[in-house]
C-alpha cells in the first residue's frame, strides 16, 4: 500500500458452499485480465470452492482443485485463471516467476497469498474467508484502487 490510500472493505455471508461457489462467479465476470486477487482464510475455509466459482464466471469447463503439488495451475477460458496454491513455499524465499503471471493476460488467484507477500503487486483484491458457523462464512473484501472498489460495489448490487 502506497502512503495515502485508505484500505476499503466489504464483507458478504455466504451459507452454502455453493453461495460461495456463486460468489466467485459473479465477482469472475466483473473482472479483467491482469486481475490479481489473494485468498486468506484457514484450512477448509473455502478458499478452492471460491476458485472454482470464478474458474466457471470465466467460462473454464475443467475442474478446478488446489492445485497441491504444482503450486501454479493454468486454465484456459475467456479469460485465462492461473491458480496459485503457494503453502508449500512456506520458509522459503523462492520466486517462481510470479511477474510473469501478475504482469500475464490472465487472472491471477493466490490461495495463501501471505506467504508470498514481498511478491505481491499493489494494487490487488485481498478476500479473507473466516468460519461463521457450521455451513456459514464471512467473506470480506479488501481494496485500495478505484478499480476494485468499483468491482466490490457491483458485486454488491
Ligand atoms: P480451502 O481451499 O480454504 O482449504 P475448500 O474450498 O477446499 O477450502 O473447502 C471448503 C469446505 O467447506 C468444502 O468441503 C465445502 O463444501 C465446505 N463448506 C461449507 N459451507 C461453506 C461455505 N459457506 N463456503 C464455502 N465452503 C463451505
Ligand atoms: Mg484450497
Redesign the pocket.
Known amino acids: 500500500m502506497e502512503v495515502g490510500d485508505s484500505m476499503n472493505k466489504d464483507q458478504f455471508v455466504?451459507?452454502?458452499?455453493e453461495?460461495?461457489?456463486e460468489l466467485g462467479k459473479s465477482l469472475a465476470t466483473l473482472l479483467e485480465p491482469g486481475n490479481v486477487l489473494t485468498?486468506e482464510?484457514?484450512?477448509?475455509?473455502?478458499?478452492?470452492?471460491?476458485?472454482?466459482g470464478i474458474a466457471k464466471g470465466l467460462g473454464i469447463n475443467r475442474t478446478v482443485n488446489?492445485p497441491t503439488f504444482t503450486i501454479v495451475k493454468e486454465y484456459e477460458g475467456r479469460i485465462p485463471l492461473y491458480h496459485m496454491?503457494v503453502y508449500r513455499l512456506e520458509n522459503s524465499d523462492e520466486d517462481i516467476g510470479f511477474d510473469e503471471y501478475f504482469n500475464g493476460k490472465g487472472i491471477t488467484v493466490i490461495?495463501w497469498a501471505s506467504i508470498i507477500e514481498d511478491y505481491l503487486p499493489e494494487d490487488r483484491l485481498d478476500i479473507k474467508?473466516q468460519y461463521?458457523q457450521?455451513?456459514?462464512?464471512v467473506i470480506e473484501f479488501l481494496y485500495t484502487s478505484p478499480h476494485y472498489e468499483t468491482i466490490v460495489e457491483k458485486l454488491r448490487s
Open positions: 455466504t451459507n452454502s458452499a453461495e460461495t461457489e485468498l482464510g484457514d484450512l477448509g475455509a473455502g478458499k478452492t470452492t471460491f476458485t472454482k488446489s496454491d490461495e474467508i461463521n457450521e455451513d456459514s462464512r
